[in-house]
């Protein structure tokens, strides 16, 4: 219990340690700054004949300080997404296109088929869609490396790799329901010489 307890204590004493030594680094950084900004800004003359533009404000010495910490992450509602290029999200945003890149046919196909697609069904057309929806989720996962819904930030490569078995084992499931199915529907179709279509 006595050694727990000393452990405990030099524990302590280091992460105070470190936290003096960090705030006066950023104190120091803080400060040379503050001197930077205080110089005066050199002014650009245009090439005669081009137009003069205008130049980015200077920065406004003795303005209140911002913390970090009161920095937000927009919302979604202001337009950005919390990772737009390692996430593939259910609904279209701005700029998609551009932000997956390589990537976007399968994702604008895999929109469309997840938004018409039930997530509990019957019958060869649902076993389709299934089998197509698992392909373009393995694509996404293994060549692109996206992450899929619900998930809002980037897999790491553990998760990434089991997501893709589970995927692959789905598919090749999927695909003998499907065999099966046709089967089915084929030997149907010739026992009643091809009354019962459906």
Known sequence: ????????????????????????????????????????????????????????????????RIDRRDIREPSAAAGRRPAPAHVVTEEAGPGDEDAYGAAWPLVEEWRALHARHAPEGRGLDWLRDEERLRELEIALIAEHELALPPERYRWDAFTRRAQLRWRERTLRRVRGERRRAQWRRWLRRILTIGIWWA
């Open 1 to 64: 219990m006595r050694e727990a307890t000393e452990a405990l204590r030099s524990l302590t004493t280091t992460v105070e340690q470190l936290r003096h030594e960090d705030g006066d680094r950023l104190a120091a950084r803080e400060a040379r700054l503050a001197a930077v900004e205080a110089q005066p800004q050199p002014e650009v003359q245009p090439e005669p004949g081009e137009p003069r533009q205008p130049t980015e404000a200077a920065p406004v010495i003795g303005a209140p």
